[in-house]
């Protein structure tokens, strides 16, 4: 009898959760759906849409029109661009504070924490001049120094929180066997680090591939990202749904599909491993 | 422990970082304080010299500035009560046995990692446009008349986008809380007899609170600063209908070209920032020596 009625309460807890799960995630299904239907078919409503033909011509148009792969380069360039670099210095500041703890460590991870507060706004003019006077605006490069410094408190936190996982005894035990600080680096942390380091670069990727105050202010075409390139949809005579569907669905699918192994990882970055 | 050797590789390990965040931290917001006091407009370069603080005075008498600041304070407090409530109610929804778990879960958390760009976009073309939208298209089949959400509800309109991108946010990580409830903790207390509401009072909410708390720390830093939905969606408008400080801050330096006064208002915006962040740098330090 108990079984039965915990079978039942669990269907429904299904159905609702199925529901809602599926409401939520519609607006990325039917941008999906609309990509495959042509520009006409796209805006008779949405039965007739799913009624007619499918077709990829709308895939084809977007990059027929514009230089989309470009821009997909662009955003694949500075995403992984600034997050190499934000581990190049990140990383040995990080395994300092996680093993040679000094009293002003905490201090100092919370001042690096709080530039992330700082409101982008507050920067945008002086950033813009001299962006403009050193003839940065609309390169990769400067939007990669960029967005470098911004996610960098982020990275240098992440991986903090993994390193300190990592029992201090094994390199002292290493220390004792008489390896160098580079071989100690090398052979002994760097592999038992791997797994943070890569959960650190997926969540970095994910932030910096979607951030769009830097990406609006500082590009316009050659050096523009998706979301630039996305945002060039918003004018009245951007709107093809097909196009834009299509454009879209490529946009986000990569990211989409990374954000789903990074789970556990997001809320951890993102919470500054408060919750963990 | 460490020698005095290791001590000073640690500090030149570190210090890569710090000098470059202390100089991305103070030479741009250095040059925005100093712009903020000079009259500079870049379109008229004969204006010039030292401008008290008449540029402030401008900013906050702008009856644009009320606006934006009741603007930014209602789309921060209305997303939150969205995705706080909302992401309570499906992070106990989730934690329930259902058969598909993780595939939910997918469902859940994939709007957070659209592109900021793309989800106004649809938004505002797909579901909301008054003639080809999808809620367009619900109305006339039901016989109403369709309904301009971004000309009349500007700003709700936005607080939904922006909501619907911060619900996985929330929901993941008090789904995370949730699962790390010591589970022989909750059996413990069914045997000694209490009922699921007193254990939804007594064990999950005490623990509930904290990452509640997290969530709600974190989501406002960002949403002080929403700016791409802003702009793609209504420019702002109608009028400075939907227009935050972001937005104002960016019209006034970039659209009017006006550098001085620009500069003090991202100077209020720091200042309206580090009030919210006081409270979440005690919050996450706290946590910290846990």
Do not use: C
């Not at chain 1, 006409?40 to 033909?53: N, Q, T, W």
């Not at chain 2, 100093?34 to 870049?42: K, T, V």
């Not at chain 2, 929330?170 to 903790?185: C, F, H, K, P, Y």
């Not at chain 2, 009017?256 to 919210?276: E, F, H, Q, T």
């Amino acid at each position: 009898m108990a079984r039965k009625t915990t079978q039942t309460r669990k269907a429904l807890t299904t159905v609702a959760a199925w529901s809602i799960g599926f409401l939520i995630f519609f607006p990325i299904l039917w941008t999906v759906l609309m990509s495959f239907h042509s520009e006409g078919d796209a805006i008779k409503g949405p039965f007739a849409m799913l009624a007619s033909p499918w077709t990829f011509e709308s895939y084809g148009e977007v990059q027929h029109r514009s230089n989309y792969a470009l821009h997909f380069w662009n955003s694949v360039v500075i995403s992984f661009g600034s997050t190499l670099a934000a581990l190049v210095i990140a990383i040995p500041a990080a395994w300092a504070m996680a093993f040679v703890p000094g009293r002003r460590t905490k201090d100092l991870l919370m001042w690096m924490l709080s530039t992330k507060m700082m409101p982008s706004v507050g920067v945008l003019i002086p950033m813009y001049l001299m962006f403009r006077d050193f003839g940065l605006l609309d390169t990769r490069s400067g939007l990669v120094a960029v967005l470098t410094l911004i996610n960098l408190p982020i990275v240098v936190w992440m991986l903090y929180t993994y390193f300190k996982e990592i029992p201090g005894e094994i390199l002292e035990a290493a220390r004792m066997d008489g390896a160098s600080l580079r071989s100690e680096i090398l052979h002994v942390l760097t592999p038992m680090a791997v797994p943070g380091i890569a959960s650190t670069v997926l969540l970095n990727v994910i932030l910096a591939w979607n951030e769009a105050f830097w990406t609006l202010q500082l590009t316009t075409s050659d050096a523009a990202p998706l979301t630039q390139f996305i945002a060039s949809y918003s004018s009245p005579e951007g709107l093809f749904y097909a196009k834009l569907s299509a454009a879209s669905t490529m946009a986000i699918a990569p990211i989409l599909i990374l954000g789903w192994f990074s789970q556990k990882q997001l809320v951890r970055g993102l919470t500054f491993g408060a919750v963990k | 422990m460490a020698t005095k050797a290791s001590r000073t590789a640690a500090r030149a390990m570190v210090s890569p970082a710090v000098i470059l965040l202390l100089g991305w931290m103070i030479v741009p917001l250095a040059m925005t304080l100093y712009f903020s006091f000079l009259r500079y407009n870049l379109l008229n370069p004969t204006q010039g010299g030292f401008a008290g603080f008449d540029n402030y005075y401008y900013f906050l008498t702008n009856p644009a500035f009320f606006q934006a600041l009741t603007n930014t304070l209602t789309l921060v407090l209305g997303v939150l009560v969205i995705t706080v409530f909302g992401g309570i109610g499906l992070a106990l929804l989730l934690d329930q046995p259902i058969w598909g778990q993780g595939v939910v879960r997918v469902l859940v958390i994939a709007p957070f990692f659209v592109m900021p760009t793309v989800s106004a976009l649809v938004w505002k073309n797909m579901f909301m446009n008054p003639v080809n939208g999808m809620f367009a298209h619900m109305a006339k089949a039901m016989g109403l008349q369709p309904y301009d959400f971004l000309a009349h509800a500007p700003l709700a309109s936005i607080i939904v986008i922006v909501a619907w991108q911060w619900l996985p946010f929330s929901t993941l990580i008090l789904l995370t809380a949730l699962q790390s409830l010591d589970r022989e903790q909750q059996e413990a207390a069914e045997m000694d007899g209490a009922s699921v509401f007193n254990r939804f009072v007594y064990l999950t909410v005490p623990h509930l609170t904290r990452a509640v708390t997290v969530v709600i720390l974190i989501q406002t830093i960002f949403l002080l600063s929403v700016f791409a939905e802003i702009l793609v969606t209504t420019n702002g408008g109608p009028g400075t209908a939907s227009t935050n400080i972001s937005y104002l801050v960016y019209a006034q330096s970039l659209l009017n070209y006006d550098v001085g006064g620009g500069s003090a208002g991202g100077i209020i915006a720091v200042i309206l920032a580090n009030i919210v962040a006081f409270f979440v740098m005690r919050m996450i330090g706290k946590n910290l020596d846990a």
